[in-house]
T-cell receptor, first 111, second 115 residues
């Protein structure tokens, strides 16, 4: 079956630090990959996506590259802000309509 | 503008008293989903509608049911809520069919508390 593994948190950083959240996946076929972000008390927001190998998704300074050879989709941001404090979910969607989520990574950015 | 709208944002009910959560969408997506999320864990899919076709997850308790009277609205009914059903409930939508690789769009959720 499909699965997503992402690094456990919490990840605590200082403002302007570099952020990486690792995500690897197992899937049959050619899945699409997503990062969602969840701010406290809110639903999930799509942060970025990539639908085929070597695609790079980017949004709000975040980037992730679909690496088929390493089955990875690591999330990066060069300079985090306090407002980036949230829980980040890596997810994949293969054939069909269901998302498979990773366990989520809580990120806390301190001033 | 909110595209997936969940009402209410917070719902309190009593143990065993039926409760209904609602979701509406302005995206005209043909697939609608209900998730349960506890304590910042990953959302757990309860069921989804593909158009009018209902698809239940194998491990969703019978206590949870859903209705989709039209494309725009979907309801989650909890017949006899137990303390373990206290959670955030998330509604999401997506395009189905050729849009199988389209993302899901989430509402802000309803936080359900059980007294």
């Amino acid at each position: 079956g499909n699965s997503v593994t992402q690094m456990e948190g919490p990840v605590t950083l200082s403002e302007e630090a570099f952020l990486t959240i690792n995500c690897t996946y197992t899937a049959t076929g050619y899945p699409s990959l997503f990062w969602y972000v969840q701010y406290p008390g809110e639903g999930l927001q799509l942060l970025l996506k990539a639908t085929k190998a070597d695609d790079k998704g980017s949004n709000k300074g975040f980037e992730a590259t679909y690496r088929k050879e390493t089955t990875s989709f690591h999330l990066e941001k060069g300079s985090v802000q306090v407002s980036d404090s949230a829980v980040y979910f890596c997810a994949l969607k293969a054939a069909g309509n269901k998302l498979t989520f990773g366990g989520g990574t809580r990120v806390l950015v301190k001033p | 503008d909110a595209m997936v709208i969940q009402n209410p944002r917070y719902q309190v009910t009593q143990f065993g008293k039926p409760v209904t959560l609602s979701c509406s969408q302005t995206l005209n997506h043909n697939v609608m989903y209900w998730y349960q999320q506890k304590s910042s864990q990953a959302p757990k899919l309860l069921f989804h509608y593909y158009d009018k076709d209902f698809n239940n997850e194998a491990d969703t308790p019978d206590n949870f049911q859903s209705r989709r009277p039209n494309t725009s609205f979907c309801f989650l009914d909890i017949r006899s809520p137990g303390l373990g059903d206290a959670a955030m409930y998330l509604c999401a939508t997506s395009r189905g069919g050729e849009g199988a690789y389209q993302p899901q769009h989430f509402g802000d959720g309803t936080r359900l508390s059980i007294l």
